[in-house]
């Protein structure tokens, strides 16, 4: 099996900042693109970074200059520096991640159990 750990999730005010993380452990033969997502209450879920195995990266429109997501492939950790947090940005963040375990064929998507952050004005 393959686990995903996340954790950096926090109470802030605005303007603050915290860093996000999300080890993945288990069976690992490979990992491939790795982001974050994430959901508040009455909305759906939403991309906000990915960074591909080469290390390209896409951030969502909502946080672009001010998140940046990072990987550190020998630790097999994705990594989210937000920064410049705003009230909009509460939400449950969802560390997700494309890897093969293992002994078997092909590549799967994980899904951690999500960290909260909340940002108050």
């Known amino acids: 099996q393959v686990q995903l750990v996340e954790s950096g999730g926090d109470s802030v005010q605005t303007g603050g900042s915290l860093r996000l993380s999300c080890a993945v452990s288990?069976?690992?033969?490979?990992?491939?693109?790795m982001g974050w997502y994430r959901q508040a209450p009455g909305k759906q879920r939403e991309l906000v970074a990915i960074?591909?195995?080469?290390?390209?990266?896409l951030h969502g429109d909502s946080v672009k200059g001010r998140f940046t997501i990072s990987r550190d492939n020998a630790k097999n950790t994705v990594y989210l520096q937000m920064n410049s947090l705003k009230p909009e940005d509460t939400a449950l963040y969802y560390c997700n991640v494309v890897a093969r375990e293992t002994g078997t064929p092909g590549d799967r998507r994980y899904w951690g159990q999500g960290t909260q952050v909340t940002v108050s004005s």
């Open positions: 288990g069976r690992i033969f490979s990992i491939g693109a």
């Open positions: 960074i591909t195995s080469g290390g390209s990266t």
